[in-house]
Each structure stands twice: as structure tokens, then as C-alpha cells.
């Protein structure tokens, strides 16, 4: 057979090209976590939820099968499991859940993470704080905007 080079590969880039552009209507050629749409009752209801807690212990390893203590990542597991979202139970595995939230689009729900040196998760609450839980107090509320939390802010998701 006699095959021309040139028209070969035109035909082999535009084909690449439209399976591209099919699949990216799709969601891509790589699966995505699709992110629950909260509504503003589920909003409210997830700040609620955490508030009530405010002040329990932290223990780092917590079980998710109790609320007498916390770790950032079992307390953000539970806070969600009231609105019907199930969280993995691992800070690392969480910040792969849901769609990527830049800091200035942040809404309340989002979880949002940090790291220096390990991971640690919080939840959005609004007007730059979020609630968590680490250390000394327990689960508290912390302004994101300034101190530690501004330094070693991460990343945040959607997943409600």
C-alpha cells in the first residue's frame, strides 16, 4: 500500500481532536468525584452540626465510631455524614474528594486543608474562619486569613 505521510497524520490528529473534545464533555478522559450539591439548608445544617461540638477533645487517631474525640479527619467524616456525604476517613484520601475550590471562591461546607509537615482538614464556615479540630481545645473556630493558617493554607474542595 501506498500511504501518504502527510495526509495520514492529519487524519490521525484530527481524529485525536474530536475523541479529545468528546470526552472532555464528559468529564475527560480521567474519571471525577462529582461534588453533592448542598443546598442552603445542608450548608447551615453542616455549621450547625460542627458547632455543636465545639470544645470536644482532640485525640489524633480518633475512631469515626465516636464523638467523645476527634481528629481533624474523623470530625469532618461525621460532620458530613449528616447530610448523607461519606467522607473517606483519611485527611490525604479526603483532599482527593469532590471539585478544587480556589481560597477566594470558598463557600460554606468546603472543606479546606493544610500542610506543614503533615495534612490537616477544617471546614469553610465563612467570613474566613473555618471550624476543626488539633490540639489544645479541641474542635474550635479559626480565622484563615492571617497567623498559621494563612501560611500554610493548601487547597480546598467541594464536596457538598
Known amino acids: 500500500m501506498n500511504f501518504n505521510k502527510s495526509v495520514m497524520g492529519k487524519t490521525l490528529a484530527a481524529a485525536f481532536l474530536a475523541l479529545t473534545v468528546s470526552t472532555a ?8 468525584e462529582k461534588a453533592h450539591a448542598a443546598t442552603a439548608s445542608e450548608k447551615s445544617k453542616i455549621v450547625s452540626v460542627a458547632k455543636k461540638y465545639l470544645g470536644t477533645p482532640y485525640k489524633f487517631g480518633a475512631s469515626t465510631s465516636t464523638t467523645a474525640v476527634f481528629d481533624c479527619s474523623s470530625f469532618t467524616k461525621r460532620v458530613f455524614s449528616t447530610i448523607g456525604v461519606t467522607l473517606p476517613r483519611d485527611t490525604t484520601k479526603q483532599i482527593k474528594v ?6 477566594s471562591n470558598l463557600q460554606v461546607g468546603d472543606l479546606v486543608f493544610f500542610y506543614s509537615p503533615t495534612h490537616h482538614v477544617g471546614i469553610y464556615i465563612g467570613n474566613g474562619k473555618i471550624i476543626h479540630t488539633y490540639g489544645a481545645g479541641g474542635v474550635k473556630i479559626s480565622s484563615i486569613t492571617s497567623g498559621w493558617w494563612s501560611k500554610y493554607y493548601n487547597t480546598a474542595r467541594r464536596v457538598a
Open 98 to 103: 469532590g471539585k478544587y475550590v480556589s481560597k
Open 25 to 32: 464533555s464528559i468529564g475527560g478522559i480521567l474519571p471525577t
